[in-house]
């Protein structure tokens, strides 16, 4: 069965550090997203992808976040300079085929900025 | 704000008995409704959607949807002890869940055997 993938697990990074967390989406879906977990806290949603732009983004998508989709598999996020408040799950998610109801999540990266 | 809530439990059931859970939002635009599970440490999974006014089954779950009360809600029949995890809602305004999930802060539940 498809799956969405996520590297690293587990990231760990110091304050104001540059991050990378990568995705590859199920192979035949159109949209992407990103939403986060902080412990203990409810999922948020960050930002959605469609036709290689941005379609949405939240008040926490700030201009340290980016996203791209630099080669037709892989979708990154980007924190730029990363703050403590940043520490969470970050999960990426995809959506399409013939299942259009159904965003599919992937496991996840645990990112802890100390 | 445009709210998902729920009440976050923890909600004790006994095996073989039903678990009800329960999600009131706040955007009436919303039109699709979705139940994840989450074991912890874990990413959320569907259970189900809803997105027409009344019942829907799908094995020992039924989600209900009441649009005018703007109310969903999850029953698991016959809980298993692999029940237990956290049971999120999130909504959507569109139809066909390609618009942001707003998900609301889960329910823990925990089935006991």
Same mark, same amino acid.
């Given at each position: ?7 690293? @697990?587990?990231?760990?990074?110091? #304050? ?31 930002? &959605? ?5 941005? @379609? ?16 037709? &598999?892989?979708?990154?996020? %980007?924190?730029?300079?990363? %703050?403590?408040?940043?520490?969470? #799950?970050?999960?990426?998610? @995809? ?20 | 704000?445009?709210?998902? /809530? !729920? ?9 073989? =008995? ?19 599970? !989450? ?5 959320? /999974? ?10 829907? /089954?799908? *094995?020992?779950?039924? =989600? ?5 009360? !703007? ?8 809980? !298993? ?15 066909? *869940? ?16």
């Amino acid at each position: 069965e498809p799956e969405v993938t996520q590297t690293p @697990s587990h990231q760990v990074t110091q #304050m104001g550090q540059e991050v990378i967390l990568r995705c590859v989406p199920i192979s035949n879906h159109l949209y992407f997203y990103w939403y986060r977990q902080i412990l203990g806290q409810k999922v948020e949603f960050l930002v &959605s992808f469609y036709n290689n732009e941005i @379609s949405e983004k939240s008040e926490i998508f700030d201009d340290q976040f980016s996203v791209e989709r630099p080669d037709g &598999s892989n979708f990154t996020l %980007k924190i730029r300079s990363t %703050k403590l408040e940043d520490s969470a #799950m970050y999960f990426c998610a @995809s959506l399409g085929g013939h299942t259009y109801n159904e965003q599919f999540f992937g496991p996840g990266t645990r990112l802890t900025v100390l | 704000q445009k709210e998902v /809530e !729920q009440n976050s439990g923890p909600l004790s059931v006994p095996e073989g =008995a039903i678990a009800s859970l329960n999600c009131t939002y706040s955007d009436r635009g919303s039109q699709s409704f979705f139940w994840y599970r !989450q074991y912890s440490g874990k990413s959320p /999974e569907l259970i189900m959607f809803i997105y027409s006014n009344g019942d829907k /089954e799908d *094995g020992r779950f039924t =989600a209900q949807l009441n649009k005018a009360s !703007q109310y969903v809600s999850l029953l698991i029949r016959d809980s !298993q002890p692999s029940d237990s995890a956290t049971y999120l809602c999130a909504a959507t305004i569109s139809n066909f *869940g390609n618009e942001k999930l707003t998900f609301g802060t889960g329910t823990r539940l925990t089935i006991i055997p």
